[in-house]
């Protein structure tokens, strides 16, 4: 059996409480200096998901483990000032297993809208799933999922126990993104002085 995933509310701090009695998950377990920001490309949360699963995990504090798909997307512990709809930045990643089929929370449900394939070269590397956040009634909101995944039959070798296979199956990243949020820039366009 694939070792446990860590539930947000499993984590949550005691004294953290948002007021309705449920409990928050903690806050992302790093902090980087000021000007760094983590906004990995779909490649690179690849990369992530790969160095996880296949025994080097270098970064292991750079992304936690939660169960988002069953977190209420008003308690992801990404900078907010208030409600759902007011996320400033807009970006978060987690590792956790993958979803299936369960993917309601106590106020809606993720849905699926999106599905690609990820490849390197003529690899067949994984998977890329969009979900996004509909509230109980059905309204749509700004929140997407990403979820990557890798491709069992390429990371799965006959020299692998069951274990290791049940984890590459099972286990995916995900980067949350706001689209009300503008995508943050990778590099500054700087205006050329005139002579």
């Known amino acids: 059996m694939a070792e446990p995933f860590v539930a947000a509310a499993a984590g949550a701090n005691d004294d953290d409480n948002n007021g309705g009695g449920e409990k928050r998950p903690p806050p992302p377990p790093f902090d980087l200096p000021p000007g760094y920001y983590f906004q990995p490309t779909d490649t690179e ?3 992530h998901l790969k160095e996880k699963l296949l025994g080097g995990d270098r970064w292991s504090g750079v992304i936690p483990i939660m169960n988002g798909f069953g977190t209420n997307p008003d308690d ?3 900078e907010r000032s208030g409600s759902l709809e007011d996320t400033k930045g807009g970006l978060f990643h987690f590792f956790t297993e993958n979803p299936r089929n369960n993917l309601a929370t106590q106020h809606g449900y993720w849905s699926r809208v999106k599905e ?3 490849r390197l ?3 067949l590397d994984g998977y890329k799933k969009e979900y996004v956040y509909r509230r109980a009634g059905g309204e749509m909101t ?3 999922i990403h979820q990557f995944s890798l491709n069992p039959a390429v990371y799965s070798a006959a020299g692998v126990d069951d274990n290791h296979k049940l984890r590459i199956s099972n286990t995916v990243v995900c980067r949350v993104r706001d689209k009300g949020v503008p995508k943050p820039s990778r590099g500054r366009k700087r205006k050329q002085a005139s002579i």
């Open 121 to 123: 070269g003529s690899l």
């Open 76 to 78: 992801f512990p990404f």
């Open 142 to 144: 700004r929140l997407h």
């Open 45 to 47: 949360l690849m990369l």
């Open 116 to 118: 690609e394939e990820m």
